[in-house]
C-alpha cells in the first residue's frame, strides 16, 4: 500500500535517460610508443595490440572479450566494464589511443574517453590511463576500478546527477504570482526498501502509462537511502489513479503544496503537464523526474524560457550513494519568468463577479489608456452551452456594436439631436427588423441619443439607409476590427465582411449580420471611446510582446467623433438600458446588446460594453432567456475593481 507522508527536505536527485545503444569504432594512434631495456627479460611483442584491443572491445560492447585481456576475473571485470555506464545510460561511448610507454614488462597506456550522455548537450570527455603487465600469456591490463575512471576505487560507482530548478512562475503586473499554491501529489520509492524493484517499475508503469523500463533505470541509479521522486500529479490525476496506485509495491505518495496546477487567470496562464503529459510520449521524447511542459496558454508559449535547462554532474558515489567527488559540472540556465499586463485586483473581481451568475460568461478589461490587458476570465454555465472564449471566440455583438456604427453614421452628419423614430419593427431591403428587448416609452420621434441609450434596434435598421458598405467597414477599421495585431496567446482581431445587400447592411449596423467579435475586440473598441486613441492589445511585458503594426492614419475618428460617442454611452448607464450600472464616484459609460447566437439552438449573446475610469471592459453572457442581460454582471465586476486601477 501506498505511503502517505510530508514532503521530505529539498535536495539534489539523479535522473535517468533512455538508452540508445550505439557503438562506433574510433580508436587513433596518437602517441609515442617508447620502448625502455631495462634487465632481465624484456617482451616479445609491444603492449600497443592489446591495449587497441581492450579498448576495441570495451567500446564495441564485448565486455567479456575486453575482460579476459586484464589481470581480473574475466566476469567480474566484464560486469563492472557493463555496468559503469549502464550506471550513467550513456547512449555512447567513444575512445582515442593517446600514447603508450613501455619499460622492459611493464607499460602505461593513456587514452581518450568520449560518453554521450544522452541530453544532446556537450560529451563527457575525460582522459584515462591503466598499467600493463607482461606474463608469459602476453600483455595484460593490470585491474583495478580507475582502469574505467582514474575517480573510481573500490566499492564506488560513477552516477549522473540531474537537479531542475522549480518552474518559474507567470506573473502580473506587479510582479506576483498568477498561480495558487494547490495540492500535488509526488510518487516515488526509496529505492532501498524495494524488495522487487523491477515489479515496482511495472506496476507504476501499468497505472501511469510511463515506460517501466525507463522507471527502473531511475530506481536503479538513485541513491538506495534517498527518497526519489518519480512522477507528479495533480488532484483530478491522483483522484483517477488512486485505485491502481495502492497496488504498485513500495510506492510512496508526498502531498505537498506548489504553485504548479492553478492560477486565478486559467485562460491567459494555461495548463501544466508532468510527466504523464503524453507530450514526453510523442516522438520519443524522454523526460527527467520533475520535468514539466506547457500545454496551453503563456506555459506553452514560453516553455522553454519557464524551465531552463537543468544542471547536470558527473559524479563518483559509494555504494550507500552518498558523494564522493565531482568530476564534471554542466550548469544549465534556471528558468525565468514571465510578467504579464494582468492586474491581480482586476482578475480577482473578475473572477468573483463570474462566480455569482450561474450562466457561461466572460470578462475582458484593458487599461484604456495603452491596451495592455488587466482581466481575462471566463465561467462555464451548468447547462450544456459551452463557455465563451474571452480571446478568441466569435460572437454577434447585437446593438454593442452600435458604438461602431454610430461612428460611420456621424460622418453622415447624423446629429444626437436628429429625431428617429423607434418601431417596433423596421422593413429594409424586404427584411423585417424587430426591437429585441423591446424598446418602450421613447414617443414617437424620440432623438438619436434615446435611440442608442436604449439599444434601438429598428431605429439603427431604418439608419443604415444611410451608410454604405465601405462605411461601415472603415468605421470598423477605425476601431482595430480585423488588424493584425499579434498577442503571445491566439486571439481574434474581429470580422466584418461586406453586406451583400441593402438587408445584410441593416443586420450588421444593429451588430446581428456577418459581424463576428471576441470580448477582447469590444473591450478594446471601448478602450478607443475612453482614451480617444487606438492601442493594439498587449499582454507580456517581460519577455516584450511582439511588435504591432499601427493603424493606417487615413482610418483614425476624429476626436469629436469620440467625444459624442462618450456622451451617448454615458447617457446609456444614466437613463438607459446600462442604467444598474450607474454606480456612486467615478462614472461608468456603456452599451448593452443582445444578439442570437448562429446555429446557436436559441442561445441568446448579451453584452455591456463600456469603460470606468481608465479600465475598459467587456462582458458577454450566453444563455437561453430572451431577456437576460450582461449589464448586472458587469455592475458586480465593476463594483469590485480596485480603485487604483481607474485613473492613469
Known amino acids: 500500500m501506498p505511503a502517505v507522508g510530508p514532503a521530505p527536505a529539498p535536495r539534489r536527485r539523479i535522473f ?20 625502455g631495456l631495462a634487465g632481465g627479460r624484456s617482451p616479445d611483442t609491444s603492449a600497443e595490440a592489446t591495449v587497441q584491443s581492450f579498448l576495441l572491445d570495451w567500446e564495441q560492447g564485448q565486455y567479456l572479450n575486453a575482460a579476459e585481456l586484464t589481470t581480473g576475473n574475466p566476469v567480474v571485470v566484464a560486469r563492472a566494464l ?7 545510460d550513456a547512449a555512447a561511448l567513444y575512445f582515442n589511443l593517446k600514447a603508450i610507454t613501455q619499460s622492459g614488462d611493464t607499460a602505461q597506456a593513456q587514452f581518450y574517453a568520449s560518453v554521450d550522455l544522452g541530453q544532446d548537450g556537450a560529451p563527457w570527455k575525460y582522459t584515462g590511463q591503466f ?47 498568477l498561480q495558487q499554491l494547490s495540492a500535488t ?65 513500495g510506492l510512496v505518495i508526498h502531498q505537498v503544496s506548489r504553485r504548479l496546477f492553478n492560477s486565478i487567470a ?20 524522454a523526460y527527467q523526474s520533475g520535468d514539466t511542459v506547457g ?59 463570474l462566480g455569482t451568475t450561474g450562466g457561461a460568461a466572460a470578462i475582458v478589461a484593458v487599461q484604456a489608456s495603452t491596451g495592455k490587458l488587466l482581466a481575462v476570465a471566463n465561467g462555464a454555465a ?73 439599444g434601438c434596434g429598428t431605429a439603427f435598421a431604418g439608419l443604415s439607409r444611410r451608410l454604405s458598405a465601405v462605411g461601415l467597414s472603415q468605421a470598423a477599421a477605425s476601431f482595430g476590427l480585423g488588424s493584425s495585431w499579434r498577442l503571445p496567446l491566439t486571439a481574434f482581431a474581429g470580422s466584418v465582411p461586406a453586406p451583400a445587400s441593402d438587408a445584410q447592411l441593416a443586420a450588421d449596423t444593429i451588430g446581428t449580420g456577418g459581424v463576428q467579435v471576441s470580448p477582447l475586440d469590444m473591450a478594446l473598441i471601448a478602450a478607443q471611446v475612453d482614451s480617444g486613441q487606438w492601442h493594439a492589445p498587449s499582454l507580456v511585458t517581460s519577455p516584450a510582446d511582439p511588435t504591432d503594426p499601427p493603424l493606417s492614419s487615413k482610418s483614425v475618428l476624429s476626436q469629436q467623433v469620440m467625444t459624442t460617442l462618450r456622451s451617448l454611452m454615458r447617457a446609456t448607464v444614466r437613463s438607459g438600458a446600462g442604467h444598474e450600472a450607474d454606480l456612486a464616484g467615478t462614472p461608468v459609460y456603456g452599451q448593452a446588446g443582445q444578439a442570437p447566437m448562429q446555429g446557436g439552438k436559441g442561445v441568446e449573446a448579451s453584452w455591456f460594453v463600456g469603460f470606468r475610469g481608465d479600465v475598459a471592459f467587456a462582458v458577454l453572457e450566453l444563455g437561453k432567456s430572451t431577456a437576460g442581460s450582461a449589464v448586472p454582471l458587469a455592475t458586480q465586476f465593476l463594483r469590485d475593481l480596485p480603485v487604483s486601477l481607474l485613473s492613469q
Do not use: M
Not at 535517460?17 to 562506433?24: K, V
Not at 603487465?133 to 560507482?157: C, D, E, F, Q, Y
Not at 510511463?210 to 521522486?229: C, M, N, R, T, V
Open 131 to 177: 598499467a600493463l603487465h607482461w606474463n608469459p600469456a602476453g600483455w595484460k591490463v593490470r585491474w583495478s576500478p580507475s582502469v574505467i575512471n582514474p575517480g573510481l576505487r573500490p566499492g564506488t560507482r560513477l552516477a549522473v546527477r540531474t537537479s531542475l530548478a522549480p518552474r518559474a512562475l507567470v506573473l502580473d503586473a506587479t510582479g506576483q504570482p
Open 16 to 35: 535517468s535517460r533512455s538508452h540508445l545503444l550505439r557503438f562506433g569504432v574510433l580508436v587513433v594512434v596518437a602517441g609515442v610508443i617508447a620502448v
Open 185 to 249: 501529489y509526488v510518487l516515488g520509492v526509496q529505492p532501498d526498501k524495494l524488495a522487487d524493484p523491477a515489479a515496482t517499475a511495472r506496476a507504476l508503469g501499468l497505472a501511469t502509462g510511463l515506460d517501466s523500463g525507463g522507471l527502473l533505470d531511475q530506481i536503479l541509479a538513485e541513491p538506495q537511502e534517498s527518497f526519489l521522486g518519480l512522477v507528479t500529479l495533480d488532484p483530478g490525476s491522483y483522484a483517477q489513479l488512486s485505485r491502481q496506485l495502492q497496488r504498485v509495491p
Open 382 to 454: 451548468a447547462s450544456s452551452i459551452a463557455q465563451p472564449n474571452p480571446l478568441d471566440g466569435r460572437y454577434p455583438p447585437g446593438q454593442a456594436f452600435t458604438i461602431v456604427s454610430t461612428a460611420a453614421l456621424l460622418r453622415t452628419g447624423l446629429s444626437v439631436r436628429d429625431p428617429v423614430p423607434c418601431t417596433s419593427a423596421s422593413d429594409v431591403g424586404g427584411e423585417t427588423f424587430i426591437n429585441d428587448p423591446s424598446a418602450q416609452g421613447l414617443g414617437p420621434q424620440p432623438p438619436f441619443s434615446a435611440d442608442f441609450a436604449r
Open 82 to 88: 557493463q555496468t559503469a555506464y549502464e550506471q550513467l
Open 295 to 353: 500545454q496551453s496558454g503563456l506555459q506553452q508559449y514560453y516553455q522553454r524560457r519557464l524551465v531552463g535547462s537543468p544542471t547536470t554532474e558527473v559524479v563518483v558515489e559509494d555504494a550507500d550513494g552518498h558523494l564522493v567527488s565531482v568530476l564534471e559540472k554542466w550548469s544549465g540556465p534556471t528558468g525565468l519568468p514571465v510578467r504579464t499586463t494582468l492586474s491581480s485586483g482586476a482578475q480577482t473581481a473578475a473572477n468573483e463577479a
Open 266 to 285: 486559467s485562460d491567459v496562464v494555461g495548463s501544466v503537464g508532468t510527466e504523464v503529459a503524453p507530450a514526453f510520449r510523442q516522438d520519443g521524447v
